[in-house]
């Protein structure tokens, strides 16, 4: 048993948790703004995949003329296009006041289709995008070397912890989220607050996306997310819409899916049963932190 700690539990293993926890975290700090403004974001998921795809398409694209540089366009291209969808979700949600999970799941889908077209179009093939020559640059020392988006990732966490609680944004964000009359008789603007909050959900997500195709990988590869927008969901509600609460939620399940990794080399487990493991886990928590305290007026279209 102790060869197969040892053999599991290295700085590889270390390292391939530390990359399964950045877009979870990523991801369930949007949802988190986007939920305590009071709009449910289903999204998450679709908002991975479009942000990973614009982030490896803009990069390969400027790569000829921009070399080194264009991975950084492309993470910029990737929160730019995961603002502008998840906008999308927020027209529909705030200003037509349409079901927000069903917006947000026509995302989703839109996600598992449009993605193979444009690159049918671009590159005749619908299941991957051309390989960069380089992607995002690898900073740190040995296996422990990681793109810019891991810092960027844990250092959004004590941002938004910020944000939230010691902001005078924060507080009308908090408002909106639970009572949107009474701050909007405080004069908080309460569709305007939660327009910055989707779109700010679909830079972050975005940004987890970038991750996944050209800092983690070098090009967009059908099924990217791999369910991580679901599974930073599930973290959202089981961290109690807390900046510190998803973070250990996040560690939590990426350190479930960095072992699934590990364990599928050896024979302990079944690998049906290795591979489901972050899954079966991530709905067992759900079961366990029974009736979480959502936002009052999260789902809740705003009258006003």
Not at 67 to 75: D, E, I, K, N, R
Not at 146 to 151: A, E, G, L, M
Not at 186 to 200: H, K, Q, T
Not at 253 to 261: E, K, P, T, Y
């Amino acid at each position: 048993m102790d060869g197969l700690f040892a053999q599991i539990f290295t700085a590889a293993f270390l390292a391939t948790f530390i990359r399964s926890v950045v877009p979870l975290l990523l991801t369930a700090l949007g949802g988190l703004f986007s939920e305590r403004s009071g709009v449910v974001n289903i999204a998450l998921d679709g908002l991975i995949i479009f942000g990973a795809l614009a982030g490896a398409v803009a990069a390969k694209t400027l790569e000829p003329s921009l070399g080194a540089l264009a991975p950084w366009f492309g993470w910029l291209a990737g929160m730019i296009v995961g603002g502008l969808i998840a906008w999308i979700h927020a027209v529909l949600s705030i200003k037509y006041r349409a079901d927000q999970v069903i917006s947000g799941t026509a995302i989703n889908l839109l996600a598992t289709g449009v993605p193979a077209v444009i690159l049918t179009a671009l590159y005749q093939t619908s299941t991957e995008s051309p390989k960069l020559e380089q992607g995002l640059p690898l900073w740190g020392v040995g296996e422990l070397r990681f793109s810019p988006p891991v810092y960027f990732a844990f250092l959004v966490v004590a941002l938004t912890w910020y944000v939230l609680y010691r902001t005078p944004y924060g507080l009308r964000l908090r408002a909106t989220g639970e009572q949107p009359g009474a701050a909007a008789s405080m004069g908080v603007n309460v569709r305007r607050m939660r327009y910055s909050a989707v779109i700010l959900s679909g830079v972050l997500a975005g940004t987890a996306g970038v991750f996944l195709s050209i800092g983690n990988l070098d090009s967009y590869v059908r099924n990217i997310s791999a369910g991580s927008g679901f599974i930073a969901l599930a973290a959202l509600i089981f961290g109690q819409w807390k900046p510190l609460g998803v973070l250990g939620a996040t560690v939590l399940f990426g350190f479930l899916q960095a072992l699934s990794i590990a364990l599928g080399g050896s024979d302990l487990l079944p690998p049906t049963l290795v591979s489901a493991l972050p899954y079966a886990i991530t709905i067992l928590a759900l079961i366990l932190t029974g009736r979480s305290r959502a936002p009052r007026a999260l789902g809740r279209p705003y009258d006003g």
